[in-house]
């Protein structure tokens, strides 16, 4: 996978796999996150995007990662505040994982893929979720060894991890080339 700069638009070129791959994770994320009406709600609180009374935490680690309490000591106040921005934060990391998988699914085959700066920051913040799930995960911290021999049972999540970062940053570096 590559980024590069093709008559003024940046393009993503991709082989079959790679397509897949992500396309496959994206799916996952949707997964995790829940569907977009997962609880039943009252039709003012839908329209004003929140929920009555206090959220829990997510119970799942990678979940609580993706949605991180606003106050740690403070476990009403977490709850209140996940009263107004959970739903709003869940539905920005669907869109982009969306949007991730939306524009690959014609190019799983491995082709150009054109990147608008839209789409381009959808995949940011996807790519972003992604590692942030399989690092929690596999317990990723900065001592971490990411290349480990190949019997280790975490060496192809752990390559998957640091490809994905490669992903992220190589499309980071083409969109400050323009």
């Known amino acids: 996978m590559r980024f590069v700069w093709s008559r003024g638009r940046l393009e993503a070129r991709l082989e079959p796999v790679e397509a897949q791959v992500l396309q496959s994770l994206a799916v996952d994320l949707l997964e995790l996150l829940g569907p ?18 206090p959220v829990a935490r997510p119970t799942d680690p990678a979940l609580a990662r993706l949605l991180p309490d606003a106050y740690r000591e403070d476990e009403d106040a977490a709850g209140e505040f996940r009263r107004f921005t959970e739903q709003s934060l869940r539905s920005g990391k669907r869109a982009h994982a969306e949007a991730l998988r939306r524009s690959l699914a014609p190019y799983v085959k491995g082709r150009r893929i054109p990147l608008e700066r839209e789409l381009a920051d959808a995949w940011l913040g996807c790519l972003n979720d992604l590692r942030l799930v399989l690092g929690t995960r596999l317990e990723v911290t900065e001592e971490t060894e990411l290349d480990v021999p190949p019997d280790d049972p975490r060496a192809e999540a752990l390559s998957l991890y640091a490809w994905l970062g490669w992903v992220q940053e190589s499309l980071l570096a083409a969109l400050s080339r323009r």
């Open 36 to 53: 977009q009406d997962a609880t039943e709600q009252d039709p003012l609180e839908a329209l004003v995007g929140m929920q009555s009374g």
